[in-house]
């Protein structure tokens, strides 16, 4: 379990996003309060967002695709967050009027992308690649629960290396320590 404690820093959702070159300025110095660091029994509390995105509304109720928001998990090793352009695509035209909405595109307009607080993670020393996933069929909720019906997303329970390995042994994949070990 000592590998569960071994947090990385204050990873921020937004660092995802300069993998696709969209943001250089990532906030590294805000740390997340202890408090949503996920527990040894794996069940992290909720995501913390300067506005509270709501996968029932866009998943759920308007059946958005994981993928057009998460556009890289067929593609990359990070599944990727939508910029504020994606978000701004619709939103300058729906929900103008909300609180929320307008937070939204003042960051924008701004030029500067709201923070994530990120749910999901292993240690550094795990390769871990979405696209092979993703590729094989093996379907988001496997691995993050049902997701579309999540106010906010939380992790069920720990990617331990068992349940990596229970579902390698079902799937035929591989259980070479140096396929998942760096
Ligand atoms: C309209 C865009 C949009 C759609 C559609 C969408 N998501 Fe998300 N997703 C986000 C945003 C923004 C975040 C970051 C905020 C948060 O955690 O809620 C996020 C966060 C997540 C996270 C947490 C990542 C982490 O570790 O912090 C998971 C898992 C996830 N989404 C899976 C899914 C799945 C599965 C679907 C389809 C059922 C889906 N999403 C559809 C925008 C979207
Ligand atoms: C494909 C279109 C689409 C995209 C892309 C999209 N949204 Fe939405 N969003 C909606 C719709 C539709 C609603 C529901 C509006 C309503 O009920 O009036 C909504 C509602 C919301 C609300 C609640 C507004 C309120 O107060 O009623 C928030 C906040 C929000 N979206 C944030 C985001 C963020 C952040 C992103 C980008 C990560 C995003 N949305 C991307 C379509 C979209
Ligand atoms: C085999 C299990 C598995 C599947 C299938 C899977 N994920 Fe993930 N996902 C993970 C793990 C593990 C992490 C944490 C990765 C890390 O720390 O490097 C993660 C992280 C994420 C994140 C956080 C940020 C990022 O860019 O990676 C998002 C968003 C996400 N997944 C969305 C999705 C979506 C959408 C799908 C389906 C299209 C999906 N995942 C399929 C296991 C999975
Ligand atoms: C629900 C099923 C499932 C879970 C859970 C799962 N995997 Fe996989 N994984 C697969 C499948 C299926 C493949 C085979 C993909 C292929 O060969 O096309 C695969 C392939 C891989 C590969 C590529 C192996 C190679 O041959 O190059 C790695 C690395 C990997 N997984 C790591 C992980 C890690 C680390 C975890 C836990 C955090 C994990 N997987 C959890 C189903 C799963
Ligand atoms: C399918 C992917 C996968 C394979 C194959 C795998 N591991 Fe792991 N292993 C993991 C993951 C994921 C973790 C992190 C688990 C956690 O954080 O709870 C881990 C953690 C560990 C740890 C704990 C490290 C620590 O610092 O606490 C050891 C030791 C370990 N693995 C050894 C092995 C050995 C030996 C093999 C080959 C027999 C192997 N693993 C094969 C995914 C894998």
């Known amino acids: 379990m000592r590998a569960r404690r071994r947090r990385r820093p204050a990873l921020l959702l937004g660092a995802?996003?300069?993998?696709?070159g969209l943001i250089?300025?990532?906030?590294?110095?805000?740390?997340p309060s202890p408090s949503t660091a996920p527990s040894a029994s794996g069940s992290a509390p909720a995501a913390v967002g300067e506005v509270a995105f709501d996968h029932t509304i866009h998943a759920g109720k308007y059946g958005i695709a994981c993928?057009?928001?998460h556009a890289y998990a067929d593609k990359a090793a990070s599944a990727g967050i939508p910029s504020g352009r994606k978000c701004m695509g619709c939103h300058k035209f729906v929900a103008k009027?909300?609180?929320a909405i307008q937070k939204l595109a003042a960051r924008f307009a701004e030029g500067e992308s709201l923070k994530w607080q990120r749910v999901f993670y292993l240690p550094d020393y795990i390769y871990f690649s979405h696209r092979m996933h993703v590729r094989a069929d093996v379907a988001c909720s496997e691995c993050h629960g049902d997701v579309a019906s999540m106010k906010t997303v939380t992790q069920d329970r720990p990617f331990t290396m068992g349940r990596c390995l229970s579902c390698h042994e079902?799937?035929?994949?591989t259980r070479d320590c140096v396929g998942c070990h760096k």
Do not use: G, H, K, Y
């Open 16 to 20: 995802t996003a300069l993998f696709v």
């Open 24 to 31: 250089a300025t990532i906030a590294s110095s805000q740390t």
């Open 67 to 69: 993928l057009d928001c």
């Open 97 to 99: 009027e909300s609180p």
């Open 170 to 173: 079902q799937r035929n994949a």
